[in-house]
């Protein structure tokens, strides 16, 4: 765990969820009378994976049990503790091929233009929105923005996302606008009347107590925005990807896009290039010379 958090730099859910997944790991090799690593075969980690199969577990879920596990062997053998990785030749099942769910254009719209609310924070709501939306932000990236992260001037958050990855993210039009105002308006209210000190100093979000605003309150937030235009159960990432698809779908290039959205791995990108097939049929009928014909 001290490896996850301090030389892998994960954050504390992911290292949290790794070390549920090692515990019921290790139980199971238990129950099996295998209990220490080197005697940890190829075959216990597949009947492993079996098992959560049959336990009617989802494929992501299962997907994430085995990278744990094939991440601890590699573990145990940079410490020395094994001489092998009895994980490593261990198929991780392969995960469905699923679309994200997306806003429209006109729903995102809708959505943060009838959001009107002069109080401080409203003000903050409507700004918190707006920068989810126009900049790709996960809930952690934006519940993290400090005062000093913010270079509105040059037109650009500093964002720390996974791992503690930073990334410049550019911000402007309707999301720099509302920011502003939160930060003249809505902000110097909230810290007056709760006397944000320490940590909340510094935090770009406030609650109505002069802290920091936490991920469940943002949460919250965007499950009323959403319910505002009947799409119930909107979640914080549903933005981000209907901010990397409505990029897309104006012009703006792969890898542009996956350094906004701070990943990794450009393949991670590929699904958002399926998502609105209505959209291709009418490039493709308008640019084609032989679809005029």
């Known amino acids: ?28 090799l238990d129950k099996r009378g295998v209990d220490a690593p080197g005697d ?34 590699r573990f145990l053998v940079r410490e020395g503790l094994t001489s092998e990785n009895p994980a490593e030749a261990v198929d991780i099942p392969k995960a469905a091929d699923r679309l994200p769910d997306v806003l429209s254009i006109e729903e995102v719209g809708r959505m943060l233009d009838t959001y009107i609310d002069e109080r401080p924070s409203g003000l903050r709501d409507r700004a918190l929105l707006e920068v989810l939306y126009g900049c790709g ?25 996974k791992g503690a990855k930073e990334r410049i993210v550019p911000i402007a039009g309707a999301a720099d606008r509302a920011l502003r105002r939160y930060l003249n308006e809505g902000r110097p209210a909230l810290a007056r009347a709760a006397g944000a ?38 979640h914080p990432h549903t933005l981000r990807h209907s901010f990397a698809t409505h990029m897309l779908k104006g012009g703006a290039d792969l890898r542009v896009l996956q350094e906004i959205l701070g990943h990794a791995d450009m393949s991670t990108l590929q699904v958002y290039t399926h998502l609105d097939r209505t959209h291709l049929h009418e490039e493709y009928a308008h640019a084609h010379p032989r679809d005029k014909m």
């Open 197 to 234: 000190t320490g940590d909340s100093a510094s935090a770009v979000f406030l609650n109505q107590r002069g802290g920091r605003l936490g991920r469940q309150s943002i949460f919250n937030l965007v499950r009323k925005a959403g319910a505002a235009i009947n799409r119930y159960d909107l």
């Open 40 to 73: 940890v075969k190829r075959d216990d980690v597949v009947d492993f994976e079996h098992h959560l199969a049959e336990a009617g577990l989802a494929t992501t879920t299962v997907r994430r049990r085995i990278s744990a596990v094939r991440g601890y062997h």
């Open 137 to 161: 932000l996960r809930a952690s990236e934006i519940c993290g923005l400090n005062l000093d992260n913010l270079y509105l001037d040059d037109g650009f958050l500093r964002v720390f996302g």
């Open 1 to 28: 765990m001290s490896y996850l958090r301090i030389e892998q730099g994960s954050s504390p859910r992911t290292a949290e969820a790794y070390r549920r997944d090692l515990e019921e790991y290790l139980a199971f």
